[in-house]
């Protein structure tokens, strides 16, 4: 069994950055790919950003690319998702999760493990 959390979240003006951090407890997170989802009000939850087992390889939404960064520290049990030149559009709860082996990294069904969230809020 594995229990997520999510922390960092909070309220930021547009253009401003955060820092969320994913730490795992029970069971270590090393060999998993991890992943980050968000749901904002109203709408489906949607895939971010993910790293795979090594962490040398990323993959990230279009419209989060270049200003969100993922990365993993397996000796801290932690992914975190640095995110800079927030816009307003960004608000949503993010969702840490922990992915099945083998599967892709884009779909939550491949995703067995969830963190509780923690809510990101951009002012404009």
């Known amino acids: 069994q594995v229990q997520l959390v999510e922390s960092g979240g909070g309220l930021v003006q547009a253009g401003g950055s955060l820092r969320l951090s994913c730490a795992a407890s029970?069971?270590?997170?090393?060999?998993?790919?991890m992943g980050w989802f968000r749901q904002a009000p109203g709408k489906e939850r949607e895939f971010v950003a993910a790293i795979n087992w090594k962490g040398d390889s990323t993959y990230y939404q279009n419209s989060v690319k270049g200003r969100f960064t993922i990365s993993r520290d397996d000796a801290k049990n932690t992914v975190y998702l640095q995110m800079n030149s927030l816009k307003f559009e960004d608000t949503a709860v993010y969702y840490c999760a922990r992915k099945r082996s083998g599967y892709n990294a884009y779909y939550s069904e491949n995703y067995d493990y969830w963190g509780q969230g923690t809510q990101v809020t951009v002012s404009s």
């Open positions: 029970g069971r270590t997170l090393s060999g998993y790919g």
